[in-house]
């Protein structure tokens, strides 16, 4: 028998498109074997995937490609903006089985985005928005009712309400997993939304996704306050972008826009994709330090500490100094004990800024 070997080469989910092309080939009868472990295995074909642009991945690459040289195809947003599944495979409804998953669907509705954000890889990738890419039943498998949804901009897309009023008709938990445009939500699309079981990745409680990059875009929170509170006590997390292109002042005026607003922040590092560096400004540090020391994370600490943590990296590569108040903030509540390897070394910490 045939046989196909699939490797992951850094998925945190279920590879979407891994699971269309084991069912693919499942369907022509080959042996699927599934690994993430960069090893030889005897098949007759190889495909793997990478949606990360890292040097952990680009290692990985690398390593199959010795093995296989030009017998393995390797695609994903970590490798090739241009490479897409051929449409044969693309329309196979996904394999779950791959992974032995079973706790929730997976998939799009729509793909693409007409915004064109200089930080963004889906518009190159994916084109412009598709509202017809898909139906609930092309990836969706009877009697499961939990569904994490990957469309990059779905309030956009003319069929929004119709998506989402199908979600409440087919009693759906589902999980915006890359969150929602702001700048689309209006009370028409509000009272839609209120109504849906709009959940966290772990559909473990309630919660709604929208994502702020720039200062810009906190007039929207602000403007959109009432509804964003309608929403519910912490059921609205803001993604929160650092690492791009932002100053530490900018920064921290998102931030406190969710202070104010009383909403829940995620801070996430910008991920350079190919050909898109981050631009951090020279003059990224232009305000008071001791007010970054001071934020105080709701109810996620570690996930602050990210934010933190860059500053701190950030600091020392500008300065050659650790600004110790930044320092405490980092190890407030965390790993307490892991400031002493910064302690032990006195002449690399500063208790004064900028110096």
């Known amino acids: 028998m045939k046989r196909i070997v699939l490797y992951d080469i850094d998925s945190k989910i279920p590879n ?23 090893k030889y295995i005897k098949a007759n074909k190889y495909f793997a995937s990478s949606v990360f642009y890292n040097e952990k991945s680009m ?10 040289g030009s017998d393995i195809n390797i ?32 998939g799009f509705l729509t793909r ?35 569904v994490m949804l990957l469309d990059n901009n779905l309030l956009a897309s003319k069929k929004s309400f119709s998506i989402i009023e199908s979600i409440k008709k087919r009693n759906y938990s589902v999980n915006f997993s890359q969150s929602l ?15 849906t079981k709009s959940m966290n990745s772990r559909f473990t409680r309630r919660m709604f996704y929208f994502s702020c990059n720039s200062v810009r875009q906190t007039k929207l ?52 994709v190919p050909n898109t560096p981050a631009k951090i400004p020279k003059n990224y540090f ?15 600490g570690q996930n602050g500490e990210k934010f933190l943590r860059y500053v701190n990296q950030l600091y020392f590569k500008t300065y050659g100094k650790y600004y110790l108040p930044i320092l405490n903030a980092i190890y ?17 910490i500063s208790k004064k800024q900028y110096c």
């Open 59 to 68: 290692s990985r690459i690398k390593a199959l490609n010795e093995i296989y």
């Open 181 to 195: 445009d702001i700048s689309y939500l209006n009370e028409d699309i509000f009272n839609l939304l209120i109504k």
């Open 112 to 146: 693409g985005c007409n915004k064109k954000c200089s930080f963004c890889l889906v518009p190159t990738k994916e084109g412009k928005l598709n509202s017809n890419y898909a139906s609930f039943d092309n990836f969706v498998p009877k009697k499961q009712n939990k």
């Open 332 to 348: 407030r509540y965390n790993n307490k004990k892991a400031i002493n390897k910064y302690l032990r070394k006195p002449h690399l």
């Open 221 to 272: 929170f602000y403007k959109n306050e009432s509804y964003l509170r309608e929403f519910g006590r912490d059921a609205v997390t803001v993604i929160v972008m650092f690492g791009y292109n932002t100053t530490l002042s900018e920064d921290y005026e998102i931030l406190s826009m969710t202070k104010k607003l009383k909403l829940i922040p995620f801070v996430q590092r910008y991920i350079p």
């Open 16 to 38: 979407f498109a891994l699971m269309k092309i084991s069912s693919f080939y499942k369907n022509l009868g080959y042996t699927v074997i599934f690994s993430k472990k960069i």
């Open 286 to 300: 232009d305000m008071d330090l001791d007010k970054i020391a001071a934020i105080k994370f709701r109810t996620n």
């Open 75 to 106: 695609g994903g947003s970590g490798v090739n903006l241009s490479k897409k599944l051929p449409k044969k495979i693309d329309k196979c409804f996904p394999d779950y089985e791959l992974y032995k998953h079973r706790s929730y669907a997976i």
